[in-house]
Every structure is written in C-alpha cells, then in structure tokens.
C-alpha cells in the first residue's frame, strides 16, 4: 500500500465506500477532507450573498406573494433532495445548497417588503418584529429535535422532515396572503380602510427609477448600514466563534449539547417580541417621539452587547456566569431590530425593499469581515486573542451607536417622496403653513374622512374626534369639495 497522503486516502476511499453496509442505512457516512466539508457547510451563504440587492429592488415591483411563496417551496425541495445530492457526490450537494441559499435569501428579504402595504405606522414595531422572529424560533427548535431525530431515526430524516414541514407551509401561505389589503377577502371595511390609509404614502404606484446618487449622499442612510454592519459583526462572532470560545475557557463542546446552542435563539425571540410591542407602545401613548424610540432601541441593540462583551471579560469566573454573559451578547442585540433595522421604513418607504436588500447585504459583508478578522487574530496570537476580540467587538459596536445617534432620521427623505410632493412641502414651508399632514410618516398625525369631509389631526385627539360635513380640507391634500 503507498504510504503518501494521497495513498492513504484512495485506501480509505472503497472502504468508507461500503462503510454504510456495516452501520445502518439510516446514518451514511461519507468521506469528505476538512476543506470539503468547510465548502459545503458555507456554500449556503455563496448563493445568499449574491441576490440580497436584485430580490430587494424585484420585491417592490412583483408580487412578493408569489415571490416567496416559490422561494419557500424551492427551498423546501431542496431541503428534501439533500441526502440524496450527498450520495451522488460533493458536487451536487454543493449546487444543491448554493440554490438553497439563493431561495432562502430570496424569503428572508423579500418578506419585509408586504409591510410596505399592510403596516400601519402604529403597528409596525409588532409586526416586523413578530414576522422576522421566525428567524430566532426556527433556529431554537430545531437545534431542540435534530440530535434527537439524528439518533433515533438517522440525519437524512432530519432534511426529509423539515422539508416537508416547509413543503406543507406553502398551502396556507399561497392561500392566506394577499400582496394588498384591499384584495384580501376576510378582513373588514373598515380594517381595509385604516390600513390603505395610514400606508398609501408608503409605496410607489408605477415603477419609477432608483434615486442612487441621492441614496449615496444620505447620512441617515448609513447611519442604518453602519447600524447593520455592527449587528451583523457581533452575530457572525457568536455564532461561529462563540462555541470555541467556551471550548477554550471550559473544554465543553457546546455543540454536542443542543440546549445551550438554542438558548441565545430563545432569549433573543422574546427579546425581539417585547422590543416591538414596547416600540408600538410608546409610539401609540406619545410616550417617545418616533426618532427616539429608533435611537432608544438602536442603542440599546448596539451598546448591550458591548457591555456584557467586557463583562465577559472581566466579570464571568465560573462557567454559569459565562454562558449568562454570552447568552446576553447574542439576545440583547436584537433589540436594534426596532431601530436601524426598521428604520429605512421610515425614511424611504417607496424603496424599502431594494433598501432592505443593500442592507442585508452590507450587514453580510461586515460579518464576513468579522470572522474573517477573527480567524487571523486567534492564529497569530492565541494567548490574548479573545481579549482582542471582544474588545474590537465593544469598539465596532460603541462606534456605530455614535454614529446612529448622530445622523439618524425619521423623516421621510426628499428622494425618496413624489417630486410633487417635494415641491408642496416645499412651497408651505416658504409660505409658513404648518403642514402636519406631511408628517404623516413619524405616526403622530392622522387622516380622517368622511365623505367629502378630510381633515388632518393629531393620532391621541383621533377618538375625541367628530367630522363634520363643513370641515375644511387641509392643502396638502389638493382635494377639493364639490358644491353643494
């Protein structure tokens, strides 16, 4: 037998080969390096990082029903082609996961677009948070029941199920989900009314060219991406690093233990929840003004885990408070879910999709570079590079939440409104006409109409409200009452 590197592995090749007649069939064994199963494992992200910005820009013109709808049932197929694609070779497990990721990018951005439409300011914070939660949920469950699926019906099981659970999800989405609340059949008048008119500012009603150059020159804009780039910094160290990191102080594989790998998941989705019921909350009572609910929950996303990264450093001795510590980096930054996140729903709802998709994608890119960086930092020092670590995790976090508290707005940006409308705001605001109505976006002024009656008040004087025939009409509306 030759003794070289390549030898040994073409000896073991036939021999992994007919490894599966000696175990059962239920739990295969293949023989890939190292390499091959680190090209496998990130060839999810290969396909994902290359449509964020072309699903963002088509989501605000398709329908994003449809759209995601497909994207969820082409992911779930190739959810339950797995086991057989590892069988046929690397490569097509591969392929199979680069479109894998291709479709679940394409729901993960695509999905936030219906908000455009069917959000009410008032409501936002709970429905985006309750919709992106999934995200958290979906991870705390199945790290929950793989390893007991694993050992008792064997891994390819684990994809045939969770393949048809998303095969089966398809049916009440194509059939409950409507791209425009005014299609839907189930939901009241009155429902259909609110709903059209708190959001009929939020979309454009014929495709219209994207105002890039103006995008680029927006500092609140990226005071959103800057805001992403941290979370996704900290979210990328977490998850890949943060299990070595136990390893090293502890020697516990946190991997082989599925309940401390769902904790973070599971903290961070009742965080998610509370964070976008408290932002509603505040927003309806006029407790906060809307820029200070963003730059509340921005901060505390951003500057939470940077707090308890140094504690992790200086105050976790023993192993409980360590995994506490850890757990709170991770959950607490979904609180800027609130904040920057939602937040280019508030300046540029007309663009909110392609916006969303650049967004995801920078935030891609800053978790790349973190644990790119990371990974260099732990070879060239390992004796201080946690250390190094969590302390430039703090310093990107501090620095971002400067950043966002400075330029951040809540103003819907001249770029981003119809050019008529610019010019009217414009032409009052030179005249000294107040003009509330424009402010319609910041969710402290409301619409109401009745008939021929439209007029323009604040959201906590909506109940006390009575319209009356001879209201006036207020300008910015253009609207006017017929004789009588």
Known sequence: MATTPLGRREQLQPICKWRTRDLPRKNPVYDWSPDIQGIILSSFFYGSILVHIPIGYFSGIYSVKKMVGSAILLSSVFCLFIPLAADLGKTTIILCRVLQGIAQSTVVTGQHEIWVRWAPPLERGRLTSISSSGCLLGPFIALLVTGLICQSLGWPMVFYIFGACGCALCLPWFILVYDDPKDHPCISISEKEYITSSTV?????????????????????????????????????????????????????????????????????????????????????????????????????????????????????????????????????????????????????????????????????????ASTLTGIIINQDPETSWFKIFILLSAVNVGSSIFYLVFAAVEVQDWARDREQTLLRRTLNLSGVATPSLQFMDSTWTTKRRGWCTTTIPRNQERDYNCKQDSPIHPPYGIEAPSQ
Not at 239 to 246: A, I
Not at 268 to 275: C, D, L, P, S, V
Request: net charge positive.
């Open 201 to 369: 500012q939020q979309f454009i009603s014929k495709r219209k060219p994207l105002p890039i150059k103006a995008m680029l020159k927006s500092l609140p804009l990226w005071a959103i991406y800057i805001g992403n780039i941290a979370t996704f910094w900290t979210n990328s160290i977490m998850s890949l690093y943060g299990p070595m990191f136990l390893n090293s102080m502890f020697h516990v594989n946190v991997r082989e233990n599925g309940l401390l790998s769902a904790l973070p998941h599971l903290f961070a989705w009742i965080f998610g929840n509370f964070a976008g019921l408290m932002s509603d909350f505040f927003l309806s009572r006029n407790i906060l003004r809307l820029l200070t609910i963003r730059k509340l929950f921005a901060s505390l996303g951003l500057l939470l885990p940077a707090l308890f990264s140094v504690c992790l450093l200086y105050l976790s001795p023993s192993f409980l408070s360590t995994i506490i510590f850890l757990i709170l980096i991770t959950a607490t930054g979904i609180f800027n879910m609130v904040g920057t996140f939602l937040n280019a729903l508030d300046i540029a709802p007309r663009y909110f999709g392609f916006l969303r998709g650049v967004t995801h994608f920078i935030g891609v890119m800053g978790g790349l570079m």
